[in-house]
């Protein structure tokens, strides 16, 4: 695997030092390019360095995680971004994914987890906390607004029947649900999800929802 690149974003100094040791002993494979203490540093040292991935704090002071991560997409839609926080929140995750984050962690996570989800951002994959994956799916299946999700543009290959499977499953449905609807049997359901799965390079129904959040094609 290719050397990862990466700028870490964190105002806490004593949290940044923590972090490059534990990957530092972790693993050689990733280079901390740079350090940023406030979002808009995050945006102008993401645009001199070149990372393939930022390490960001959700709370950083002038521009937060969330708006410096929506600048940085917008300016370097290459760079994957990965929201660190103390504190688990479903609505600020999806703002982040909305936002264009590929993953959403707790600070505290072990550091051969942190190896992993850098890893897996690199390679187009999403990584978020166990609990925010949960309230993704209730959240999305569940929207405030009363609305279902709906189609948007870019389906990445999907064919007509797999786009109409993921949104049953960006709104919560289950596989019989799904079936039900659909008028075809649950093996032929699995079957689609196997496909999508395949197509959109992730490893399960939940990042295939949050990956089609976050590239705009489910809405």
């Known amino acids: 695997m290719p050397i990862i690149k990466v700028l870490l974003a964190d105002d806490w100094g004593l949290f940044l030092e923590g972090v490059k040791s534990a990957l530092r002993q972790a693993t050689a494979d990733i280079e901390i390019v740079g350090e940023a203490t406030n ?10 360095l ?7 704090d959700q709370d950083l002071p002038k521009a ?3 708006e410096a991560t929506r600048a940085i997409k917008q300016a370097m839609p290459g760079v994957e971004i990965i929201i660190m926080t103390e504190r688990l929140d479903d609505a600020k995750a999806l703002a982040a994914i909305e936002a264009g984050a590929a993953g959403y962690i707790l600070k505290n996570i072990p550091a051969a987890n942190l190896v992993t989800a850098l890893n897996s951002v690199r390679q187009g994959q999403v990584f978020f906390h166990p609990e925010i994956t949960r309230k993704l799916i209730e959240r999305v299946g569940h929207p ?7 189609l948007g543009p870019s389906p990445e290959g999907l064919t007509a029947r797999e786009l109409e499977v ?36 992730v490893r399960n129904r939940t990042q295939a929802v949050a990956h089609a959040i976050r590239k705009g094609f489910i809405k």
């Open 144 to 150: 405030a607004d009363g609305k279902p999700a709906r």
């Open 39 to 48: 979002g808009e540093d995050a945006v102008q040292l993401t645009r001199r």
């Open 50 to 56: 070149d990372p393939a991935v930022v390490l960001m």
């Open 64 to 66: 937060g995680g969330i």
């Open 166 to 201: 993921l949104v049953e499953l960006t709104n919560g449905s289950t596989d019989r649900q799904i079936a039900s609807k659909l008028t075809v049997s649950e093996g032929t359901v699995k079957t689609h999800i196997r496909n999508i799965l395949q197509k959109l390079n």
